[in-house]
């Protein structure tokens, strides 16, 4: 049989599906950011000059620093290494630690952080304006003793002047963080494969270093991306150390700048701002951890790829 | 291959019983493994085979009956007639000498081959890194791997990833290996592979235990073929005894599905 070359069908040159709607929407879309954009450059009071003074003012840098970027920071580490603790408590064998961590869990996750931040900046200070480390009943034994009633006190701390930093934000906000974390943190754990701690055990690891070496490592491909998401969400309520009452803080400073300049809406666009800047760098920061708790799984990364060749070549 | 049994059995299992939720799965298996032996254990699915070879490792906790292995009671410390548990820590160094390949290999994904081989040397027994490296490079080579020790697990055939398993239980320098279907996740044409580590293995005088449907390993390289059916060793014996001419009605059954099934053995 001979094949008539020209009979065969070639190329295809077929006309595309229209989508007439996707220009509808594309068409609506420009009009909405059109109109947007006029009333940015039109209307006097959205004023984006001094709104990007107030982002450059002394106070409101320092109440992104301080406020912002070290609370998000100090908060996130408390609440993460918390976190890790309770779930692998949540997931013991002891009963105790395990009602202990649910209990915890439980109650954090009820409280409003702002509620949580009063308590703890005005509440625990009116309580217990000095707080005492050492013996348990340390000062009721030393009393019946009839000594010195701070002899079995190691060191107290003056909570009211606590109560003024910052400390007393990353500490609230931290421990609110940490039931979140714990059950973001036990969902990880939960995802690693059993035989991986059983391979673990069957070189004669201990529990602890299984733990350690084998399932977290696994399980941060599943902890890291909610962690990025909780991260963010840190960012934003840092605005509420207000409460404690702690004002060095990004929201608090740059509305307070506009409003003592009579200029409201610059003061709101300037927290936006920065917020939104910050906000951008932990998601670049975030996909980079992803690929980095990803390894092993899927495609490595360019980097990887290149590490690997050079591993390769040093054997 | 043949071994002498002189001495003490390297394990020593007596009347072990296990049961799962009430469903009695071990029904009082007694087993001795000399040392350089080649055990193969056969038997249908739910017999027990596998989780009699997870009780040698304690990764199930027997009910009842005792095993020893190389001499020590496992999981427990006999002090004057009363058994006391012993210690995670303690279970953890018992497990240090007993080598074990699993059915889906459960490599280490986040590792390199070579980071799993060298996990346990340096972790576990704190060997000096760059001695375990050259150990694991050396084991690497035994098992027909020299040239992936960058590599991860996902980048390994099933049949490499074995094998990498295989080299970073040998990493542990173990008197026992013991084998769950260890080709049984594994494409056709990847089993060889596998097996001929494994005939090189018993060749060098490993003491094996190897739970497998494998019936060409089973007769040419095991010592002993052990047949188990619901819970109880039905027969056991030299690999012609059992696989040419079996005595019980119900390995002449099973092996016959599993011949039929597997005509090149």
């Known amino acids: 049989m001979t094949i008539n070359t020209e009979d065969r069908p070639g190329a295809i040159n077929a006309r595309p599906v229209r989508h007439p709607w996707r220009w509808v929407a594309v068409g609506v879309i420009a009009i909405v950011l059109a109109m947007m954009v006029n009333s940015f450059a039109t209307n006097p009071r959205w004023d984006f000059p001094f709104a990007i003074q107030i982002m450059q003012q002394k106070s409101v840098i320092q109440g992104l620093w301080v406020g912002t970027i070290f609370g998000t920071i100090g908060s996130m580490v408390l609440g993460v290494g918390l976190g890790i603790v309770i779930a692998v408590m949540r997931l013991s064998n002891n009963p105790v630690l395990r009602g202990v961590a649910f209990g915890y869990t439980w109650f954090f996750r009820a409280m409003p952080r702002y509620v949580l931040l009063a308590i703890l900046g005005t509440g625990v200070a009116f309580l217990y304006p000095k707080l005492s480390i050492g013996l348990p009943f340390g000062e009721q034994i030393a009393g019946l003793l009839g000594i010195d009633t701070s002899t079995f006190t190691f060191f107290s701390l003056d909570w009211n002047a606590l109560s003024t930093t910052i400390w007393i934000g990353v500490l609230g906000l931290g421990l609110s963080e940490a039931a979140y974390m714990a059950e973001i943190a036990r969902a990880g754990i939960l995802s690693v494969d059993k035989g991986q701690t059983e391979a673990a055990q069957a070189i004669g690891m201990s529990p602890g270093k299984t733990m350690w070496r084998i399932v977290l490592p696994q399980a941060m491909r599943v902890i890291v991306p909610p962690t990025g998401n909780e991260t963010i969400a840190m960012v934003k309520d840092t605005s509420l150390l207000v409460a404690i009452p702690i004002i060095t803080e990004l929201y608090f400073q740059a509305y307070g700048f506009g409003q003592r300049s009579f200029k409201i809406m610059p003061g709101f666009v300037a927290a936006t701002l920065w917020y939104l800047i910050v906000c951008s760098l932990l998601m670049v920061g975030q996909s980079y951890l992803e690929k980095y708790f990803g390894r092993g799984f899927g495609q490595p990364s360019k980097k990887a790829q290149e590490k690997l060749r050079k591993v390769a070549a040093d054997h | ?265």
């Open chain 2, 1 to 265: 291959m043949s071994s002498q049994r002189t001495g003490e059995p390297l394990v020593h299992a007596v009347n072990v019983h296990k049961s799962f939720h009430g469903n009695e799965v071990l029904k009082g298996i007694d087993l001795d493994v000399w040392p350089g032996e080649v055990v193969v254990l056969l038997g249908p699915s739910g017999s027990g085979k596998t989780t009699f070879l997870r009780c040698i490792n304690q990764l199930e906790t027997i009910d009842g009956g005792r095993i020893w292995v190389d001499g020590d009671l496992l999981g427990y410390e006999d002090r004057h007639g009363t058994l006391h548990r012993l210690t995670d820590k303690k279970i953890a160094d018992q497990r240090r000498d007993i080598g074990m390949c699993f059915q889906r290999f459960n490599l280490f994904p986040h590792k390199t081959a070579l980071e799993n081989i060298t996990e346990g040397p340096v972790q576990v027994k704190g060997q000096n890194k760059d001695q375990a490296r050259a150990r694991a490079l050396d084991l690497l080579e035994r098992v027909g791997l020299k040239d992936k020790p960058a590599a991860y697990p996902s980048q390994l055939s099933g049949g490499q990833q074995q094998r990498v398993a295989i080299a970073r239980a040998l990493a542990m320098d173990p008197k026992l290996m013991l084998f769950d279907e260890p080709t049984s996740a594994l494409d056709p044409e990847l089993v060889g592979e596998v097996l001929a580590v494994m005939r090189e293995l018993a060749q060098s005088g490993m003491t094996m235990i190897v739970v497998t449907h494998e019936m060409g390993f089973a007769r040419d390289v095991a010592d002993r073929v052990v047949f188990m059916d619901g819970g109880v060793i039905v027969e056991q014996g030299s690999p012609d005894e059992v696989i040419r001419n079996p005595q019980h009605a119900r390995t002449r059954s099973f092996l016959q599905r599993v011949l039929t099934e597997h005509p090149a053995a």
